[in-house]
């Protein structure tokens, strides 16, 4: 199997399921009051969920313009991963204390 086809088959996926994860996460983060931790801690996570579409908007980019041929930095999708499970915890909490909440994001 070639790289390339190899990085189409395991990467787009992967790409696809960030974009997913961190758009509910950050619809969560905007639309709902997490009263277990501070305002302020809510609004830097949810600028770090921006800021991580924005990377990962432009390594998509990337691995586009170059016919799926350019890996992206398995540290970068690390980092998008830890703060994708501190997205899924916060929740996960939010749902422990409003069970009847509407809410199933992160």
């Known amino acids: 199997m070639s790289k390339a086809k190899l990085l189409r088959e395991i990467l787009g ?7 997913y994860w961190f ?3 950050r619809r969560f983060l905007q639309e709902e009051t997490l009263d277990f931790i501070s305002p302020e801690a809510q609004q830097s996570i949810l600028e770090q969920v921006v800021a991580a579409q924005a990377e990962l908007q432009a390594a998509e ?3 586009q313009l170059s016919d799926n041929e350019v890996g ?3 540290a970068l999708m690390a980092k998008w991963h830890r703060l994708l499970m501190e997205c899924a915890e916060l929740g996960r909490r939010f749902r422990q204390i409003h069970p009847s909440s509407d809410s199933s994001e992160s």
């Open 13 to 19: 996926p992967l790409l696809e399921d960030y974009r």
């Open 23 to 25: 758009e509910r996460s």
């Open 61 to 63: 980019a990337l691995y």
């Open 72 to 74: 992206i930095d398995p």
